[in-house]
């Protein structure tokens, strides 16, 4: 490790949490921009931190914030606006020099990002020069599979590689992650769970929607499955909240209007993340139709809140082989386990209550700052 200082020291140390796309999150007035499930999950985790006595901070885009800005203890540096800059140059300037510098004025022990891009190359060698921690978080499988990263250009793969090989740490979701990562760079990583927002207990929602899909718009993870569920499904009520991610807007439009055709389904858009729970609340099971992923942020916001999952994508098998719902192989199979769990309420309410016990067990905040901790022992 090539960090002087560290989580180990017997005071709380300083940690930057790196998620350009995050600040909607910690912000819910700017709650129609894009978020995705990394930034959640780096908000969730900055907050464990900063609970736990960490003097935590997190660098994002340009939002029109002031910098420096403090929301739940956290503070905000911010970089450069999405659009700023001329084309080729604002490669450099204002994007490699501004992530830079708000890098400085964090002036953290350890660094964390997420995600195949530039980002990752810029953070491992900062860290590197000032000899700080920097630690990479696994966000997809395709993360650790060289040209399949959702990375467009070569030469942004070619930087996130850089520093991929250098993290001190890389912290995978999956044993298939861990196992990719070795097959195809020849790199160890660690498992390490994900961060669970625990809900108010009291506060409950009567059952007004029958299956939940939550999710960016882009083609892999596949929004017109649910429009093909919800026409072989007419008595059930589908409900679909998300936005459409920059390139892929058109897709977005596509959906909207073919949904708008169906009478069981209620297209909801891009909704604030603090509101995206309401609906979890009011939802009976939800639904995943990605065949990439990582570990979706929303099985944890389906479990806790004692809801089966049906989904192609099962992370390590934990869906089957702990039977926290359904793994259909195609559309019709899908159909199938959603009319199942629908008519049997007593079996799908067994499902969610497991569930939900093993999520307060393994991914509570606490438990996941200590297995970070003993990460940089």
Wanted: proline share 5%; glycine share 8%.
């Amino acid at each position: 490790m090539s960090a002087q200082r560290n989580l180990t020291s017997q005071r709380p140390g300083k940690i930057c949490f790196v998620g350009l796309d995050n600040y909607p999150v910690m912000n819910p007035s700017m709650g129609s921009e894009y978020i995705g499930g990394e930034s959640i999950q780096q908000t969730l985790l900055a907050r464990a931190f900063s609970e736990a006595g960490y003097e935590t901070s997190m660098i994002v885009k340009d939002f029109g914030q002031p910098d420096g800005e403090l929301i739940d203890g956290i503070r905000i540096w911010k970089t450069y606006r999405q659009k700023a800059g001329l084309p080729v140059v604002r490669f450099i300037h204002p994007r490699f020099t501004q992530v830079w510098s708000a890098l400085k004025r964090a002036d953290a022990d350890i660094y964390y990002q997420s995600c195949a891009g530039v980002l990752t190359g810029f953070v491992s060698r900062f860290c590197r020069r000032h000899r700080r921690t920097f630690i990479y978080r696994v966000a997809s499988d395709s993360d650790c599979v060289p040209n399949e990263q959702l990375v467009h250009l070569w030469r942004d793969r070619k930087i996130y590689e850089y520093g991929l090989r250098r993290a001190d740490i890389i912290s995978s979701q999956s044993d298939t992650q861990i196992d990719l990562l070795r097959q195809h760079y020849g790199l160890d990583s660690i498992k390490t769970n994900m961060v669970v927002e625990v809900p108010d207990p009291s506060v409950q929602q009567a059952k007004s929607i029958d299956v939940l899909w939550v999710n960016n718009f882009r083609g892999l993870k596949q929004p017109q499955v649910v429009l093909e569920l919800a026409r072989q499904l007419p008595g059930a009520r589908f409900t679909m909240v998300g936005g459409p991610m920059l390139g892929h807007e058109a897709l977005y439009e596509d959906i909207r209007n073919q949904a708008s055709a169906l009478a069981n389904v209620d297209f909801m858009g891009p909704v604030p993340y603090q509101e995206v729970n309401d609906f979890f609340l009011r939802s009976r099971l939800f639904l995943n139709t990605s065949t990439i992923e990582g570990f979706p942020n929303s099985f944890l916001q389906a479990w806790i809140r004692k809801l089966p999952v049906v989904s192609f994508f099962d992370p390590d098998g934990l869906i089957a082989g702990k039977g926290f719902g359904r793994v259909p192989v195609d559309t019709n199979d899908m159909a199938i386990a959603i009319g199942e769990l629908l008519e049997d309420q007593d079996f799908a309410e067994a499902i969610g209550l497991r569930a939900h016990e093993y999520v307060v067990r393994f991914y509570s905040p606490k438990s996941i700052v200590a297995e970070y901790e003993r990460l940089v022992q």
